[in-house]
Every structure is written in structure tokens, then in C-alpha cells.
């Protein structure tokens, strides 16, 4: 496919890199005080990939290193990739700072084949069985909430200047701790250190190989090795957080009862065990292999669903109006009595056009997680050598204005018909598409619904006064995160 042309050694990653860096330390992050000349020439990095389909067409190439990557544009071609041609592009390339992390085990990074599929299968099982068997995990999530919610009230009381409340680490909190809950069999109070070190661990590791010079080991792995900066942060914390969960799984070992597992790492041991009773020897089950799981869901699952909720809130303050419609339905359906339930989702369409619409505008997995071709093939008109780097664009789907109206405008209603009624769209693919799409999307789906209607029950959001709002270009990092922002909080009953 045509694309632009590469530098000498870096390829185009250069010509990526630096405009990127330059957008994040002077544009991303709210850049208040940089002068309007420089901010208005910026452009984050998922909207300079969606424009560059303008100039190449919907499937274009760049070289990153010597590494051949595809970019895929678009609703049709996108689906033509992942759904129609899945069985040659759901494999997962091999990219160095993930693979010193992963060794290509778990379900994220893992290759595409029977282990994966296994394993998928297994931990999408538990997911339903256990804990997810819908009704069983939402009390989790409301005590969860009830928390968030009393922290709310008294963060609101103590701002007495009126100069705003950050959500971030209370949200936060409470998605990890569904997480953990699931994975770990317990929830930790949002004060707990152990737990609020562990979070912290995974942030920074992932802001390290996401956010500075360490993606340069992509390009030279070696560099994985240097004994000092971030080099040799990205170790210590890979230490870290291996010390940490493998402690946590030889505990449940312990004091394992295998009538009663009590969360998915017992599940896990349960089945090794019975693989071994059943004499399996090339059974990819084993204690490491668990240890990458854990992994998985807390780096795949708590960003992504933080950032989610991040997201509705920025638009409900920046958009007071249809705040304060989705505040009046769930008024009329759920009450002031009782709390939002999972039973009340079909009766709330205007708040999930809302939700979706939100999801639509900001797509937190911008590029989804990169893909890999298995094989060599015709793909619409160009051969595509095996072991290219397919990047699914995401946020280019939903900006597709063959298949969205006026599609940079926010716009909850373009989801409900002439009735009301909530229109389901298949080119809604925050979750992606495809054999690879969104193991946790069911467990999201929950989550995000949960969390914006019962905070919007009780609360009513501002921003603070005189306070403009933050860029809404958001922060570009492994998600798409909103630039910093406080909301003004105030209890509605
Ligand atoms: C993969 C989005 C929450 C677990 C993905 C992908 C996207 C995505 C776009 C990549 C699809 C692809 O590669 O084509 C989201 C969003 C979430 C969310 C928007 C929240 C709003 C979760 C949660 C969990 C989870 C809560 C776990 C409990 C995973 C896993 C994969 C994945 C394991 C890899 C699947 C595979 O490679 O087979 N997610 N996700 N996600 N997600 Fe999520």
C-alpha cells in the first residue's frame, strides 16, 4: 500500500515521534500557557493518522524501524480486516518493550492459535460464570460506588472555594477494585497502600513504555539493558509488579479449597490441576502462564474503563443540557429511592445514546491493539507480506462520515430512532471487532453503565467557575485519556 516515505534507520516512526512529542509537552496537556501560535499548528496523533488517509487512501504504510506497518481507515475496511479476513488478521505482532513485559503469554500480546484460544476461552467462561453471571458482580460494583459516592459528598463539602474535585483516583480506585475483586477475590479499601502501590506500579509502567524515551526500545531493544533513567526504571518496575502478583498467587495455592474456588485465580488452579488428573502434558495451564492473566486484565481492564468514565464526565460538564436530560430520565424511570440497577438499562435509552455517543466522540482505544498478518495475502487490491503490522483504526471509524452524520458533532440522539428508542449500530466499535475484540466488553459494559447513572442520580456536575474546559483532544498514551480536568460537585437530593 502507498504511504508516506521513511527516514533513514527510524522510518517513519520519526516523522511520528517528534511531532508527537512536541503536541504532548507543549499541546496535550491542557497547554494554557503556550502561546496560541504554537498549539494551533499541533495535531494530536490519532487525528495525524486519520489524515493521513486523506492523502494515501484508506489503507496506507509506514515503516517504523524496518518493521512494514498497515494502517486500515474506515468502517468497510476495517470489518473487511477483522471480521470477513479474520482468520489471517488476528495475530499479534511482536513489539520489544511488550514482549520483554508479556513473553507473548496471557491473552493481549499472546500469538494468535490454539494457547490463545484456550486460554480465552477459559478466562471468557469465568468472566460469565463467575462473578459476571450478570447479577452477581453488581453488588460489587454498588458497594463499590457507594463508596466513590460518599467520597464525593465529602470532597464536595471540603471545596469550599469551589475550585473543583479530580475524579481520577476515585474512579480509578473503583474499577481496580472490580478488577481485583474477580481476579484477586478482594477489594481494597481506595486508602489501602499495598493495593494504591500496586495501581501505581502498573500507571507508571505503563506511562514509561507508552509516554517516554523507552519506546525507543522498539526501534533498538538493546536499549532495554542501559543500567540507567528510564531503561532502567521500566526493570524495576517489571520487578515490582512480578513480586507482587506472584506472591498473591502462591497465597491462593495455599490455601486453596478446590469445592470452593473463591475468585479466577483459583478457577485457574482448579483447572490445572484437573488438566494434570487428566494426564494433559503439553498443557499450556501452568502458574506462569496465570501470572500474565492477572496481568492482562488489570492493564487491559482498569485504564480503558477509567478513562471511559472520564470521558462521560468531561462531556456532561461541557454539555450541561444533556446532563441534565439524562438526570431527568433516569428521574422518571429508577426514582430518588433506590439506586440505578442493571435491570433498568432497557428503560434508560437517552442516557446509553448518551454513553454511546460519548464512547463514539473519544474511542479510548484510539488504534486498538495492534494486529499482525499471518500470512502473506490480497487485501483489496494490495499484497500484504506476513508479519506486517496491521493498525485497526478505531478512532477513524468513528469519525467515518460514509457511515456518521456530521460526525465531529456530539450528538446522543443520532442513536435513538424517531420513537426514542436506542439504535444499535454495527459501526460502533469502541470494543473493536472481530476474533480479537474486547474480551472484558460485557464486564465494561456493566461497569460504565453502573457508574455514570448512579453518580448522575445523585450528583449534579459542573465546571468550576470561571473555569474554561480542558482541551478536548485528550491525552494520547496506551488509551486515549482526557486532559486533566476538576468538576464543582453538588448533591441533587
Ligand atoms: C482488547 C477496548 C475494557 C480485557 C480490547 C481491544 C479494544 C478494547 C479496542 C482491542 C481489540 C483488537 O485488538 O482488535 C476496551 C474498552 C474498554 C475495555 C473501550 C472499557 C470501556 C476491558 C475490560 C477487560 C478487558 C474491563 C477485562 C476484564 C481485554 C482483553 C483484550 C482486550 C483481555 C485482548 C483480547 C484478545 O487479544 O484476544 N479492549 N476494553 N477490556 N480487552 Fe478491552
Same mark, same amino acid.
Given at each position: 500500500p502507498p504511504g508516506p516515505k521513511p527516514w533513514p534507520i527510524v522510518g517513519n516512526f520519526g516523522g511520528f515521534l517528534v511531532p508527537n512529542f512536541i503536541w504532548r509537552r507543549f499541546g496535550g496537556r491542557g497547554g494554557e500557557d503556550v502561546p496560541k501560535s504554537k498549539t494551533r499548528t499541533l495535531i494530536s496523533p490519532q487525528v495525524l493518522i486519520t489524515e493521513q488517509a486523506k492523502v494515501y487512501g484508506n489503507i496506507y504504510s509506514m515503516w517504523v524501524g524496518s518493521q512494514l506497518v498497515v494502517v486500515l481507515n474506515g468502517y468497510e475496511v476495517v470489518r473487511d480486516a477483522l471480521s470477513n479476513r479474520a482468520d489471517v488478521f488476528s495475530d499479534r505482532p511482536e513489539i520489544p518493550t511488550v514482549t520483554i513485559m508479556t513473553k507473548r503469554k496471557g491473552i493481549v500480546f499472546a500469538p494468535y492459535g490454539p494457547v490463545w484460544r484456550r486460554q480465552r476461552k477459559f478466562c471468557h467462561t469465568t468472566l460469565r460464570n463467575f462473578g459476571l453471571g450478570k447479577l452477581s458482580l453488581e453488588p460489587c460494583i454498588l458497594e463499590g460506588l457507594a463508596v466513590v459516592k460518599s467520597e464525593l459528598l465529602r470532597l464536595s463539602e471540603e471545596d469550599t472555594e469551589g475550585?473543583?474535585?479530580?475524579?481520577t483516583p476515585l474512579i480509578t480506585n473503583s474499577v481496580s477494585n472490580v478488577i481485583s475483586y474477580i481476579a484477586l477475590g478482594q477489594r481494597f479499601h481506595h486508602a489501602d497502600r499495598e493495593f494504591g502501590a500496586l495501581l501505581d506500579l502498573m500507571a507508571r509502567g505503563l506511562e514509561i513504555i507508552a509516554n517516554s524515551a523507552a519506546v525507543l526500545i522498539n526501534v @533498538? &531493544? /538493546? /536499549? $532495554? $539493558? /542501559? &543500567? @540507567?533513567g528510564v531503561f532502567r526504571e521500566v526493570r524495576q518496575v517489571e520487578r515490582d509488579i512480578t513480586a507482587f502478583l506472584k506472591q498473591i498467587i502462591t497465597r491462593h495455592r495455599e490455601t486453596l479449597d478446590p469445592a470452593n474456588p473463591r475468585d479466577l485465580i483459583d478457577m485457574y488452579l482448579v483447572e490445572m490441576l484437573a488438566q494434570e488428573a487428566a494426564g494433559e502434558t503439553d498443557s499450556s495451564f501452568s502458574e506462569d502462564y496465570l501470572f500474565y492473566i492477572i496481568g492482562d486484565l488489570f492493564i487491559a481492564g482498569t485504564d480503558t474503563t477509567t478513562n471511559t468514565v472520564l470521558w462521560m464526565m468531561l462531556y456532561m460538564v461541557v454539555y450541561p443540557d444533556i446532563q441534565e436530560r439524562v438526570q431527568a430520565e433516569i428521574d422518571a424511570v429508577v426514582g430518588p429511592d433506590r439506586v440505578p440497577s442493571l435491570t433498568d438499562k432497557g428503560s434508560l435509552p437517552f442516557t446509553e445514546a448518551t454513553m454511546m455517543e460519548v464512547q463514539r466522540m473519544t474511542v479510548v482505544v484510539p488504534l486498538a491493539i495492534p494486529h499482525m498478518a499471518s500470512e502473506t495475502t490480497e487485501f483489496r487490491g494490495y499484497t500484504i507480506p506476513k508479519g506486517t503490522v496491521i493498525i485497526p483504526n478505531l478512532w477513524s471509524v468513528h469519525r467515518d462520515s460514509t457511515v456518521w452524520e456530521e460526525p465531529d458533532d456530539f450528538n446522543p440522539s443520532r442513536f435513538l430512532d424517531d420513537q426514542g428508542k436506542l439504535l444499535r449500530k454495527e459501526c460502533f466499535i469502541p470494543f473493536g471487532i472481530g476474533r480479537r475484540v474486547c474480551m472484558g466488553e460485557q464486564l465494561a459494559k456493566m461497569e460504565l453503565f453502573l457508574m455514570f447513572t448512579s453518580l448522575l442520580q445523585a450528583f449534579s456536575f459542573r465546571l468550576p467557575e470561571g473555569l474554561a474546559p480542558p482541551p478536548m483532544h485528550g491525552r494520547f498514551g496506551l488509551t486515549l485519556a482526557p486532559c486533566p480536568y476538576t468538576v464543582t460537585v453538588r448533591p441533587r437530593q
Amino acid at each position: 500500500p502507498p504511504g508516506p516515505k521513511p527516514w533513514p534507520i527510524v522510518g517513519n516512526f520519526g516523522g511520528f515521534l517528534v511531532p508527537n512529542f512536541i503536541w504532548r509537552r507543549f499541546g496535550g496537556r491542557g497547554g494554557e500557557d503556550v502561546p496560541k501560535s504554537k498549539t494551533r499548528t499541533l495535531i494530536s496523533p490519532q487525528v495525524l493518522i486519520t489524515e493521513q488517509a486523506k492523502v494515501y487512501g484508506n489503507i496506507y504504510s509506514m515503516w517504523v524501524g524496518s518493521q512494514l506497518v498497515v494502517v486500515l481507515n474506515g468502517y468497510e475496511v476495517v470489518r473487511d480486516a477483522l471480521s470477513n479476513r479474520a482468520d489471517v488478521f488476528s495475530d499479534r505482532p511482536e513489539i520489544p518493550t511488550v514482549t520483554i513485559m508479556t513473553k507473548r503469554k496471557g491473552i493481549v500480546f499472546a500469538p494468535y492459535g490454539p494457547v490463545w484460544r484456550r486460554q480465552r476461552k477459559f478466562c471468557h467462561t469465568t468472566l460469565r460464570n463467575f462473578g459476571l453471571g450478570k447479577l452477581s458482580l453488581e453488588p460489587c460494583i454498588l458497594e463499590g460506588l457507594a463508596v466513590v459516592k460518599s467520597e464525593l459528598l465529602r470532597l464536595s463539602e471540603e471545596d469550599t472555594e469551589g475550585s473543583g474535585v479530580d475524579l481520577t483516583p476515585l474512579i480509578t480506585n473503583s474499577v481496580s477494585n472490580v478488577i481485583s475483586y474477580i481476579a484477586l477475590g478482594q477489594r481494597f479499601h481506595h486508602a489501602d497502600r499495598e493495593f494504591g502501590a500496586l495501581l501505581d506500579l502498573m500507571a507508571r509502567g505503563l506511562e514509561i513504555i507508552a509516554n517516554s524515551a523507552a519506546v525507543l526500545i522498539n526501534v @533498538f &531493544p /538493546l /536499549l $532495554y $539493558y /542501559l &543500567p @540507567f533513567g528510564v531503561f532502567r526504571e521500566v526493570r524495576q518496575v517489571e520487578r515490582d509488579i512480578t513480586a507482587f502478583l506472584k506472591q498473591i498467587i502462591t497465597r491462593h495455592r495455599e490455601t486453596l479449597d478446590p469445592a470452593n474456588p473463591r475468585d479466577l485465580i483459583d478457577m485457574y488452579l482448579v483447572e490445572m490441576l484437573a488438566q494434570e488428573a487428566a494426564g494433559e502434558t503439553d498443557s499450556s495451564f501452568s502458574e506462569d502462564y496465570l501470572f500474565y492473566i492477572i496481568g492482562d486484565l488489570f492493564i487491559a481492564g482498569t485504564d480503558t474503563t477509567t478513562n471511559t468514565v472520564l470521558w462521560m464526565m468531561l462531556y456532561m460538564v461541557v454539555y450541561p443540557d444533556i446532563q441534565e436530560r439524562v438526570q431527568a430520565e433516569i428521574d422518571a424511570v429508577v426514582g430518588p429511592d433506590r439506586v440505578p440497577s442493571l435491570t433498568d438499562k432497557g428503560s434508560l435509552p437517552f442516557t446509553e445514546a448518551t454513553m454511546m455517543e460519548v464512547q463514539r466522540m473519544t474511542v479510548v482505544v484510539p488504534l486498538a491493539i495492534p494486529h499482525m498478518a499471518s500470512e502473506t495475502t490480497e487485501f483489496r487490491g494490495y499484497t500484504i507480506p506476513k508479519g506486517t503490522v496491521i493498525i485497526p483504526n478505531l478512532w477513524s471509524v468513528h469519525r467515518d462520515s460514509t457511515v456518521w452524520e456530521e460526525p465531529d458533532d456530539f450528538n446522543p440522539s443520532r442513536f435513538l430512532d424517531d420513537q426514542g428508542k436506542l439504535l444499535r449500530k454495527e459501526c460502533f466499535i469502541p470494543f473493536g471487532i472481530g476474533r480479537r475484540v474486547c474480551m472484558g466488553e460485557q464486564l465494561a459494559k456493566m461497569e460504565l453503565f453502573l457508574m455514570f447513572t448512579s453518580l448522575l442520580q445523585a450528583f449534579s456536575f459542573r465546571l468550576p467557575e470561571g473555569l474554561a474546559p480542558p482541551p478536548m483532544h485528550g491525552r494520547f498514551g496506551l488509551t486515549l485519556a482526557p486532559c486533566p480536568y476538576t468538576v464543582t460537585v453538588r448533591p441533587r437530593q
